[in-house]
T-cell receptor, first 115, second 110 residues
């Protein structure tokens, strides 16, 4: 099992360009998440999908859109990149259920620089 | 007040020392608690879940105090390889969200 995979690993964009970050998990998890991590800020939730067919905003959704393509895949799109979106982006998944272990598994991250 | 608060450190300790971290959370209805470990520029990985009765995994012991709304992590006989950032994570009841602390940095010195 690959767990959670993300592509690309690194990306440099110019201001105003668009791109999509891809995430896939092979653990049959219901819930998937996108975070960004900036120095000194910890992980901040951008969007999440509690189950296939649903998406919800997290703490910092502005400037981003998401698509839960199917149970395995959850993509994050930057429509018009800004320097403030320079960050490390992590995708995560979990089998979130009451009484369950609810452990989150993370992908290796995408390091994005916007010039 | 932040939902989950941790002392950022760094905690610099010699090999073999015992070190403890605390983490406080503001939502009394939180349901699940975790400690994750994150190495520099890598993804967070689960260290251990924290249960009401407390739990131990080798040199690591986690405790939950619901009355005072904090969780703790104790590391005994510290190794150089324990150097990392330790993230406290809480899931508020009724949501699918995970709330992360900003992390406590540990450096174990030879």
């Amino acid at each position: 099992n690959a767990g959670v995979t993300q592509t690309p690993k690194f990306q440099v964009l110019k201001t105003g360009q668009s791109m999509t970050l891809q995430c896939a998990q092979d653990m049959n998890h219901n819930s998937m998440y996108w975070y960004r991590q900036d120095p000194g800020m910890g992980l901040r939730l951008i969007y999440y999908s509690a189950s296939e067919g649903t998406t919800d905003k997290g703490e910092v959704p502005n400037g981003y859109n998401v698509s839960r393509l199917n149970k395995r895949e959850f993509s994050l799109r930057l429509e018009s990149a800004a320097p403030s979106q320079t960050s490390v982006y992590f995708c995560a998944s979990s089998d979130f259920r009451t009484g369950g272990s609810n452990e989150q598994f993370f992908g290796p991250g995408t390091r994005l620089t916007v010039l | 007040r932040k939902e989950v608060e941790q002392d950022p450190g760094p905690f610099n300790v010699p090999e073999g020392a015992t070190v403890a971290f605390n983490c406080t959370y503001s939502n009394s209805a939180s349901q699940s608690f975790f400690w994750y470990r994150q190495d520099c520029r890598k993804e967070p990985k689960l260290l251990m879940s924290v249960y009401s009765s407390g739990n131990e995994d080798g040199r690591f012991t986690a405790q939950l105090n619901r009355a005072s709304q904090y969780i703790s992590l104790l590391i005994r006989d510290s190794k150089l390889s324990d150097s990392a950032t330790y993230l406290c994570v809480v899931t508020p009841s009724g949501t699918y969200k995970y709330i992360f602390g900003t992390g406590t940095r540990l450096k174990v010195l030879a």
